[in-house]
Every structure is written in structure tokens, then in C-alpha cells.
């Protein structure tokens, strides 16, 4: 038997295992690293969170990336190259913080690569001559050489290939880490894409994860146009001293997005600087300051977020956690919580014990211990009405 494929057997009986997960979002700002122990799995799962850092991408870096995100017409050339070169510099990041925090690379069993998104095409954004797809570059090969790990990686693919589409996957993890009988929790993540997860805490059958519309893609993609050099509006300081355009608001919200039925998944693809450019030209609005640019796209995130919920059964009967970057956008906060006042004090999924930062990395390294070391019976389509499979690639060090 090939020693790496006993490995992976013996690694799949061991009672505990220690994961790297890996998350690069479509905020662009870096690598999100967490270092997790699994003990068992399924719903017997129990985790801890051992380490956890974001490592935030040069701007050189970014612009790489930049180069094909997101972009229908990105030279083909490019996205091979990106492809190695992402794979390389995850696995050097991986080497260098394991040093960091004192770990020798024999001591983790596996690292789970969500890789970067590129390009996300969901059932209603394409020629229908075509099946569903994603793409994630970042080649597994290049950080399991590196790293002498063995790699989980292109977990997405593998959700559309089984007839979901891609996104959003973190409801595997929220159900096996946070779902708790009897209680009806709905987990907000805000990225660079909204969405959340329904645990209604009696009938499983009713689990659901969807997105919902934009995070913090528009706000971003404003601040980097007409502020260089700056990336985010840092705590929604800028939004919070702006007021809503109505009419822009209005134009924004008729995308067929919001229309489609739920659960749904988009991208920055679909919710581009050029469609928001489009939106505001559309409104007619003479010379629209920037702040209120961005307190019209945080009122746009708050609101898509609240319909969705509201959809859901949202009341004020459950319990509400958020993770993502936009946690700290204090001008999408506070409109939510103008929406109701069961939404005023959200508190962060660190209070359940996931922190907000790492969970989204950690939610792939718990895909990768139940490609392992799970049999999925708990996944049933009949409790989550979502595909219930194996995710994850393998790469092999050698």
C-alpha cells in the first residue's frame, strides 16, 4: 500500500486530529490560518480552536489576484499562473506560522485549502447550455509539496457536481459545531457576500443556508476606486456620516437577485462595481458624495439581510450570531438593528465559542474531518435538503 494512503487510514481512526483550514474570502484581504482539533465526527464532533491569524496580502499580492477575479475576460495565461502562484504562497504562509506558533509540520494531520474564489456561476447567472460552476485557484499540490501535509482542497466543486451550487457551505459546519436542540439560531456571515444559516433547532428538516445579496464587495470596491491606497471603509466610519439616496436604493433592489427564491448563492460577479456604476447612473443623482454612496450600499446589505431572515421566520424567539468582517462595519449594525429591535445587539459567534474571524476557516477544516473521518449519516438530504457527500480533493505530499 502506498504509505501515504495508510497515512490518510490511520489518520481516519485516529480519536482526535489537528486541521489547518484555510479561507481566502472575496474581501481579498489576506489568508484567514486557523488550527483546529477535531475530536471524532459528525454530530458527535467536539472542536477547539488552538490558533488562529489572518495574513493580510501585499498589495502586490492583491493585485495578482486582482488581475483574474472576478473577470470574465481574464487572460487565460494569467489564471494558470495565479493558480501556482496562490498554491505556493498558502503553503509558505502555512510553513511560516507554524514555526511561529511552535508546531513542527509532523504534528498536523491535514490542511484544508478553501483556495480563492475567481469566478462563482450559479443556476440563473449563465448560458443554461452550461452546467453550474466555480472555480478556486490556489493548487493543493503546490501546498501539500510544500508543506509535506496532506491537502483537502475544492470543496465547492464538488457541492455543484452533487447538484447544490457552491455556496454557501458553511451549513455543514454550522450544523455539526452550533446547532443545539431547542434552540432557533439563525448565524449571519458577512464577507464579501451576505448569507446565513437557519438552525431551527426542532426539524432539521428545515435547515437552509443562503446568500443574500452584497457584504462589504461594494463598499470596498468604492473605497479602492476613489480613495487608492485604502482598502475598506475601516468600522464603517464613512457610511455612519453619509445619508441613504432613496432613488439609488430603489434601482439597486431591483436586480432579479433578490427576487430569485431562496436558498441562492451570487459573487461579485454578479454584484460588481459596474453594476452598482450602472445603478447610479440609472438614479441620476448629481455628483453623490461618497459617504453617501456607502451608507446607501450598508442600507442595501442591512436590508437584503433582513428580508431574507424575515423570510425564515425571524422573530424575536431566536437567537442571532454574526461572524465576517462586516461585524465591524458599524454602519451596516446599526441599520440592521433599525430593522428590529431583536437585531439591535447581535453578539459574535465567539459567545458560542467559534470566534467570528477564524470561523469561516475553521468550517472548512471540519469538511475535511468528515471527508476523513465522518460517514456523512448525519448530512442526510432528508435533514438538511442539501447534498449530502464527501468534500474535498486530496493532494498527497509526494
Known sequence: M???????????????RIIIGLMSGTSLDGLDIACCRFIDAGRATKYEILNFITISYTESEQDAIRQVFAKADAPLEKVCLINALLGRLHGRMVNEILATWGYKNTEIDLIASHGQTIFHLPDFSHDR?????????????????????????????????AGGQGAPLSVY?????????????YLINIGGIS????????NNAGIMASDTGPGNTLSDALIRKFLPGKRYDLNGKLALSGQV???LLKILKDHPFFDAPFPKTTGPEMFSLFYFE??????EIDSPKLEDLLSTICQLVADSLFDALVFYGATDQAEYYMSGGGIYNQAI?????????????????????????AKEAALFAVLANEAVAGDFSSLSAEFLGMPAVTFGKISLPR
Open 333 to 357: 449594525i446599526k441599520k440592521l438593528g433599525k430593522k428590529a429591535i431583536w437585531l439591535e445587539n447581535i453578539n459574535s459567534t465567539a459567545l458560542l465559542g467559534l470566534p467570528s474571524d
Open 245 to 247: 439616496i432613496p432613488e
Open 195 to 202: 448569507n446565513f444559516t437557519f438552525l431551527p433547532g426542532i
Open 278 to 283: 450602472q445603478a447610479v447612473i440609472l438614479s
Open 173 to 185: 459546519g454550522d450544523f455539526l459545531l452550533l446547532n443545539k436542540p431547542g434552540k432557533r439560531r
Open 129 to 161: 447550455k452550461f452546467p453550474d460552476s466555480t472555480l478556486q485557484v490556489g493548487d493543493a499540490d503546490h501546498i501539500a509539496s510544500i508543506c509535506n501535509i496532506i491537502t483537502l482542497s475544492d470543496f465547492r466543486q464538488k457541492h455543484v457536481a
Open 2 to 16: 502506498n504509505p501515504q494512503i495508510r497515512q490518510l487510514y490511520d489518520l481516519a481512526l485516529q480519536p482526535s
